[in-house]
Structures are given as structure tokens and as C-alpha cells.
């Protein structure tokens, strides 16, 4: 996929014209000040120059930028860089299928904006303590930076956000429904937006299907898959975390096995299909079987997670084109297909980097503080509030009519934070190091 010119389907050039008048509309009608600019070009600008996006540079993907194990200096992704290098696996796979480039990059670009500090870990200890006004899930919380928080649009009634398309914000929905109203799983944690942002959510919603995700989310969301899983485990061997030879042991490969049957396989997987899936990959002339650090492992390396991008994402592309035509793919003309195989080979990479990165004793312990930390502020903010606010949020709390609506200002006061961000309020707040 890397070097690769964007096309649509039949090597044609994108045709605006494939979204109608409905997908381009915002929220609040402004006039283009710039003509001949497309109005999804617009939306991926505005995302890209977001404040939201550049936090993310400051939040932890899997492994701690700044550490160092006992042979080499790692340099690991961020929030950040996984965002870009999701829209760029995004861009092109949406463009092979006909979508508008730019929206699908938009969409890559947001997915990860809700994120609070510590990633997952912060999500859980916000989602506690938000229980009594919505909870809090980092899709939910996308979809509130871009059409509330993200100051970039006002209108008498107050922010829009950054007022992007209602396809751009469709696309950027991964769970098109609120909490608990899941499809087939009601206690399912996931969801993609709060009871307050349900007006811009029904808007966004006008017309399609119900708890369907639009196929250029379908993209994103296999992008998302995709870039984490290789590079998750790319980043793993750099840091020294993860030893390819393992995976050729037995009892190595049956915690493999589980963590992706806990976590990341369909329901019904069998084992023995996850024993497939990691040796069709073990099999490959590319597979970096040794890990040393030296230039030539880098290379070997680099090389290895292009020829894996390129496999999921072309499993993707010959499956729905089998299934739908070469024609163009938008909106809701199609589902985007992913092979049984990909999906499995996907998940055995994420649990490799689930196994031997996340479950470190050393990670489980920072873990742990860090959780401390998300709690603490939590309740030094409740306890202080306004104080201790950035002016942004001070100014929402004021504003706010009851103490469910104070109690979500904090949350998102939280969530906007970077990791040492977070760190420093904290110390600042309750005095503790």
C-alpha cells in the first residue's frame, strides 16, 4: 500500500458527485472560503490543524515513548503517529474502493480524538466515575471534541465544534449508537455517543440505516485494525519486548491463542484456527524471525509490516470487490468485507503485542499509577472545581444548568488531558508526586 497514488476503481480520478447534497451538509451552513476546494478536503484540514489531533502526540499508543530497554533506545508510536499512519492505510484502501480519499483520511485522522490520558487504563477509571452521567467511552468523546469542544465554529447557541460534514462525521462514527443500545451485546461498554450530544447525533444519523456504520467507517475502522496490529508489534521488537522465537513454542503459543480468544477473535474461533492463522504468517519468506536492533533487522522489519499492511488491506479490497463490483463503494452501498483469515491473522498480531507488551509486570504497575492518577484528579477536580479548570472549561462549568452537567465538564476537562499533562495537574492538585 505505501507509495501507492490514490485511485478509485478503474484507475478514474474521484468524482465529487459520487456524494449527494445530504453528505456535505454541516450543522451550521457556512460559506466555502476558498472555491475549488472540495468540501471534504475542508473537513481533513480542520482535523489535521485541530488542537485535538496534536494531544495526541503526548498520549501512550502501547509502549512509553522515553523508555529504553537493556540493548536499544525504542521509539515508539503515539497516539499521534498511529492517527496518521491509520489515515494513510485508510486513504488508500478507501480510495481502491471508490470513497472520497480525503473523507476517509478525516475519518482515520478523528478516530482516536476521545482518547483521554493513559489510553485505555484512563478510559476505564473515567468511565467509574462518570457513571452517574453517562459514563465515558473515547468514541462517545470523539464525536463530543468535534461537533462541541473543538473550538473552531460558533454559532448564537454556542461551539459546533469543527462543524465538519455530516459524512466526515459519520465516518469518523465506529458505534453508531448510544449506551447500552449496542445491536446484538446491550452490555456491550462500547457506544459512540452521550444522551447531551444526541441532537447532532440524530442529525449526522438522518437517513441511514439504524446501528449501521457507513462503509467509509467500515474502512476506518479495518485501517484502525490494521495499523495498530502490525505496528503495535513492530514496536514490541524494537523495544525489546517481544522475541519472534517464541512464537514457535508451544505453551508461548497457547497464551498467544487465549489472549486473542479473550480479546480480540470472533466468539466462535477454534484454536486450532488461531494456530493457522499464526503460521500462515510464520511461513511468509518476509516474517522477521530474529530481532537484533542492527539496520539490517530494521530493514527486514520495515519491510515485514509493509508486506502485512498490504495483505489485510488487499484481503479487504479482492473480498468486497468479489462481493459488490468494481463500481464506487460509498455511504451505504456496500459493507466493506474482510476475509475470515485476515481477521484471525489480525488478531493473533494484536495479541502477540497484547501478551508480551501490555502484560508486563513492569506495565501492570505503571498501570496502576496511572489509574491512581485519573482517579485523583477526578475527585481533587470535583472537590475544587471551577479552580483547577483551563479557562475553556471553567467557563463550560459556570455555564452548566445541574451537577450532571458539571460532573461531564470535569470528564472532559480529563480527557482533553496528555499524559504528562495529566501528571502535572495532579501533582499540582493533591500535592502527590
Known amino acids: ?15 465529487p458527485d459520487a456524494y449527494d447534497e445530504t453528505a456535505v451538509e454541516r450543522w451550521a451552513a457556512e460559506p466555502d472560503k476558498r472555491p475549488g476546494r472540495t468540501a471534504f478536503q475542508r473537513d481533513r484540514a480542520r482535523v489535521l490543524h485541530s488542537a485535538a489531533l496534536r494531544r495526541l502526540a503526548g498520549k501512550t499508543q ?7 530497554s537493556h540493548v536499544w533506545d525504542a521509539s515508539p508510536r503515539t497516539r499521534l503517529t498511529h492517527s496518521l499512519e491509520c489515515a494513510q492505510v485508510g486513504r488508500e484502501l478507501g480510495a481502491a474502493l471508490g470513497c472520497d480519499p480525503d473523507l476517509v483520511e478525516a475519518a482515520c485522522l478523528s478516530h482516536d480524538l476521545g482518547h483521554p490520558p493513559f489510553g485505555h487504563n484512563g478510559e476505564q477509571v473515567l468511565n467509574g466515575f462518570a457513571e452517574d452521567c453517562g459514563g465515558f467511552e473515547g468514541n462517545a468523546q470523539s464525536l463530543r471534541l468535534l461537533t462541541r469542544l473543538e473550538p473552531k465554529r460558533f454559532t448564537p447557541e454556542g461551539s459546533v465544534g469543527l462543524n465538519l460534514t455530516r459524512a466526515a462525521l459519520d465516518a469518523a462514527t465506529k458505534y453508531p449508537w448510544p449506551r447500552g443500545g449496542h445491536p446484538t451485546a446491550p452490555a456491550s461498554p462500547k457506544f459512540g455517543v452521550y444522551e447531551d450530544d444526541r441532537p447532532v447525533f440524530d442529525w449526522i444519523r438522518k437517513g441511514a440505516p439504524e446501528q449501521r456504520t457507513c462503509f467509509e467507517a467500515q474502512v476506518m475502522d479495518w485501517s484502525d485494525d490494521v495499523a495498530y496490529s502490525v505496528h503495535d508489534f513492530e514496536d514490541g521488537l524494537h523495544a525489546g519486548h517481544i522475541d519472534p522465537g517464541c512464537l514457535y513454542a508451544e505453551p508461548e503459543r497457547q497464551s498467544v491463542f ?6 480480540y477473535a470472533p466468539a466462535d474461533t477454534d484454536p486450532a484456527e488461531l494456530a493457522e492463522a499464526l503460521d500462515r504468517l510464520l511461513d511468509q519468506e518476509w516474517w522477521p524471525h530474529g530481532y537484533d536492533g542492527t539496520a539490517v533487522a530494521q530493514a527486514r522489519l520495515k519491510d515485514a509490516t509493509s508486506q502485512l499492511i ?3 488491506c488487499l484481503a479487504a479490497e479482492g473480498a468486497t470487490r468479489a462481493a459488490y463490483g468494481s ?10 468485507v474482510v476475509p475470515r483469515e485476515a481477521r484471525l491473522e489480525c488478531a493473533v498480531l494484536k495479541a502477540v503485542a497484547d501478551r508480551y507488551v501490555i502484560q508486563r509486570a513492569e506495565h501492570e504497575r505503571l498501570r496502576a499509577d496511572q489509574r491512581i492518577i485519573v482517579a485523583e484528579l477526578a475527585e481533587a477536580l470535583t472537590a475544587r472545581a471551577p479552580d483547577g479548570l483551563e479557562p475553556q472549561f471553567r467557563a463550560l462549568f459556570d455555564g452548566a444548568a445541574d451537577d450532571r452537567a458539571r ?7 480529563i480527557a482533553s488531558l496528555t ?6 495537574l495532579h501533582t499540582r492538585l493533591t500535592g502527590h508526586m
Not at 62 to 68: A, E, F, L, Q
Not at 258 to 263: I, M, P, T
Open 1 to 15: 500500500m505505501e507509495g501507492t497514488p490514490p485511485k478509485a476503481a478503474g484507475n478514474e480520478p474521484f468524482a
Open 62 to 68: 502501547v509502549v512509553t515513548p522515553g523508555t529504553r
Open 407 to 413: 460532573k461531564r465538564v470535569i470528564v472532559d476537562q
Open 258 to 263: 487465549a489472549v486473542a480468544l479473550g480479546r
Open 310 to 312: 498490504g495483505r489485510f
Open 327 to 336: 463500481g464506487r463503494l460509498t455511504r451505504y452501498a456496500a459493507e466493506l
Open 419 to 424: 499524559d504528562a499533562s495529566a501528571r502535572t
